[in-house]
């Protein structure tokens, strides 16, 4: 064979007769030759319904349910603490961006809205993140976040081990100056 293109017209085969796409006895058993008759007589026949099949037919235990899945909905995200937590995130990135603009385009303006914005929406972010702490190291709250769970247990365990000893050491010295405790 040579390594010139065969050209050729849709009205005329290309010359090679070795070209199993031009042989025409390659598709005479197939699917596509079979009878409809003979396909049919392959199909089982339906068979009898029992009772148990007709008594289930009647009970249906998602009748009237639109949705069969999860319940959770977006605003329920966006109100939960993770989701106050990420519009937090977004807030503060907002506030120090204007920050950020009226400290190098130093107008009256720009400083005087920055001055306005900038503190209030800090503020909020840092809310909404305590929130999200929930009151837990952050460590743990990230490695939960992470679906480290076992990590993020040894973590919560050693800071719960700090505030004891923390505490401990706070006891003895309020003992130590003689303040009675009462437990």
């Not at 319940?71 to 329920?76: K, N």
């Not at 503060?92 to 385009?105: E, H, P, R």
């Not at 460590?139 to 679906?147: E, H």
């Amino acid at each position: 064979m040579s390594d010139d293109p065969i050209i050729f017209t849709p009205d005329e085969p290309p010359d090679r007769p070795d070209d199993p796409a031009l042989d025409d006895t390659a598709l005479d058993e197939t699917v596509a030759e079979v009878e409809l008759d003979e396909s049919l007589d392959q199909v089982e026949p339906e068979t009898e319904e029992t009772v148990d099949e007709i008594d289930m037919l009647g009970f249906d235990p998602e009748a009237g349910q639109t949705r069969i899945g999860g319940r959770s909905t977006i605003a329920g995200h966006l109100t939960s603490d993770v989701g106050m937590f990420v519009i937090g995130l977004i807030v503060a990135m907002a506030g120090l961006s204007v920050l950020i603009y009226a400290i190098f385009n130093q107008t009256q303006t720009n400083l005087i809205i920055a001055g306005i914005v900038s503190p209030p929406t800090l503020i909020w972010a840092f809310v909404k993140w305590r929130r999200w702490l929930g009151g837990a190291p952050y460590v743990y709250r990230l490695l939960l976040s992470l679906n480290e769970k076992e990590a993020a247990e040894e973590a919560l365990e050693i800071h719960r081990e700090k505030q004891r000893k923390r505490v401990e050491k706070r006891i003895a010295e309020l003992e130590a100056k003689g303040v009675r405790i009462d437990e």
